[in-house]
Nanobody, 117 residues
């Protein structure tokens, strides 16, 4: 059974930082494209950052470039999202995704990030 478990969300002030973690079980995460999405009520889920199975970072949303960093720890079977200089508009539920070339796709349950002063 494949599970992706996100953690690290919480309440942070504007300008602050958080690091989200996505720990996988049941798959070798490094063989999958890892990605972080986010969603706010009433809006579509949007892709925030993506890292290939080879560890190449191939996408950041324009809104987070220069502030967010996606990375993976192969030994821990985990993908991270370091979020710096957080803005009010970064508040959302953040979801982790693992996708393979065979169209397998797995989602985590989401972790809430609240940015408020």
């Amino acid at each position: 059974q494949v599970q992706l478990v996100e953690s690290g969300g919480g309440l942070v002030q504007p300008g602050g930082s958080l690091r989200l973690s996505c720990a996988a079980s049941g798959i070798i995460f490094s063989l999958y494209v890892g990605a972080w999405y986010r969603q706010v009520p009433g809006k579509q889920r949007e892709l925030v950052a993506q890292i290939t199975s080879g560890g190449r970072i191939n996408y950041y949303a324009d809104s987070v470039k220069g502030r967010f960093i996606i990375s993976r720890d192969i030994a821990r079977n985990t993908v991270y999202l370091q979020m710096n200089s957080l803005k009010l508009e970064d508040a959302a539920v953040y979801y982790c995704n693992a996708a393979s070339t065979s169209s397998s796709s797995y989602w985590g349950q989401g972790t809430l990030v609240t940015v408020s002063s």
